[in-house]
């Protein structure tokens, strides 16, 4: 498949099922230009001699080897010195034989346990066909810490998925120790089982698993304050539900926040904050408006998106970080996101006690901004789908 065919096929089923223009975008836009940062963030390539295949994902293992370690849609793990000199990538993993992948299918997430410099353990989120059916597999490797044993999966857990969009993606372990998977809410549009909604189903959640024990026949446990551990007909991997594509979850490393960007359907795009057992409205609201009943929709129990924009600005938001790095001062503490089809990157800043968040456009991305990436020494890195080069934040 070409390049720009992929580019195509994963704007179209990712992002532009919300092509669908609203014409009835209540929500005020809020977006700002940059007159307000002192230096404004320009947008280098970080390491020029590299280029990838599809990138989704950039991890660091947490080990202290200041490697970077990118994922590839097709199933491929490749790791590098974290330099800018950096002239070749070594394979980490290769799933790629196993990996149903194309569109919104593929490898689309890589976490390293806590202990890695210990166990050498990685967890990943990948796509597969079992007997024709899609499926989403959660599964752990093994690594000797310089490459992964693909002959060492285990796997913890899979799901159906019914249409081949809205795979989420994201695994991360929070400072709990537990590990976040966040699943989207099984495709087509609109969510027309309404799997989002459904506590017996894990599409479109935020699941919470302990790798670190298994019981019951399983592969892991349930950790034993999840919020519907003991709910009737209820999924007990659930920590939190009613998203519809989750593309990019990550946690602020300063306060252990997880940030959520969920894909809108036909007109806003909304930024989430993780709360036990929030129910996060898909598909009764899309961000801050009422989706199914299109008006007067209750809108009681639900969390409400910390900010939301419509399709004047984007249309697939794309996840970041809460800046924690030391190179970009005026960015401090703000969370840098970005939208996969516009390519214009904001920096978000949110008041936790007014519950009030500022947006301000910072710079644009030429290409289709399908990740960021962090480092170790919390540095931010910005990954063009189109292009396969992994790009930085400078100031100029």
């Not at 795979?167 to 495709?187: C, H, K, P, Q, W």
């Not at 909304?270 to 007067?296: H, M, Q, T, V």
């Not at 789908?385 to 930085?392: A, D, L, S």
Request: aromatic share 10%; glycine share 12%; net charge negative.
């Amino acid at each position: 498949m070409k390049l720009n065919r992929t580019v195509t096929l994963f704007a179209m089923v990712f992002g532009l099922l919300a092509l669908g223009f609203s014409c009835n975008e209540k929500s005020p836009e809020t977006i700002k230009n940059d007159d307000d940062l002192e230096v404004v963030p320009t947008l280098t390539n970080a390491f020029p001699a590299l280029t990838f295949s599809s990138p989704v994902e950039l991890v660091h293992a947490g080990d202290g080897s200041n490697r970077l370690f990118v994922v590839e849609q097709r199933g491929v793990v490749k790791v590098f010195k974290n330099e800018a000199s950096a002239a070749q990538t070594e394979i980490f993993l290769d799933i790629s034989g196993r990996v149903s992948s194309g569109g919104e299918t593929g490898l689309l997430g890589l976490a390293f346990h806590p202990d890695f410099k210990n166990n050498g353990q990685l967890f990943v989120n990948y796509t597969r066909r079992e007997n024709g059916q899609l499926q989403s597999v959660i599964a752990r490797f093994q690594s000797n810490k310089t490459t992964a044993d693909a002959n060492s999966e285990e796997i913890l857990l899979t799901y159906n998925q019914p249409y081949s969009n809205h795979n989420g993606g994201s695994v991360l372990f929070g400072r709990d120790g537990f590990l976040y998977i966040a699943t989207g809410d099984g495709g087509s549009g609109g969510d027309p089982q309404n799997y989002a909604q459904n506590l017996g189903s894990l599409l479109g959640k935020m699941l919470r698993i302990d790798v670190n024990t298994k019981e019951n026949g399983l592969n892991y446990a349930i950790p034993a304050d999840n919020p519907f551990k003991n709910t009737a007909n209820a999924r007990p991997e659930i920590y939190a539900y009613g998203l519809r594509n989750p593309w990019k979850v990550t946690a602020d490393r300063e306060k252990g926040r997880f940030w959520i960007a969920d894909v809108g359907q036909n007109a806003r795009e909304e930024i989430d904050i993780l709360e036990r057992g929030g129910n996060y409205g898909w598909r009764i609201a899309e961000g801050k408006e009422c989706y199914s009943p299109a008006a007067n929709c209750n809108r009681a129990g639900l969390v409400e998106p910390v900010f939301d924009y419509g399709t004047s600005e984007g249309r697939s938001i794309t996840g970041g970080y809460v800046y924690r790095g030391a190179k970009l001062a005026d960015l401090k503490g703000q969370y840098i996101y970005g939208d996969f089809v516009s390519g214009k990157i904001w920096a978000l800043e949110y008041n936790e006690t007014s519950r009030q968040a500022s947006n301000k456009l910072i710079t644009q991305l030429t290409g289709s901004l399908s990740s960021f990436g962090e480092d170790e020494a919390g540095e931010l890195y910005l990954l063009n789908y189109q292009t396969g080069k992994i790009q930085q934040l400078t100031n100029r």
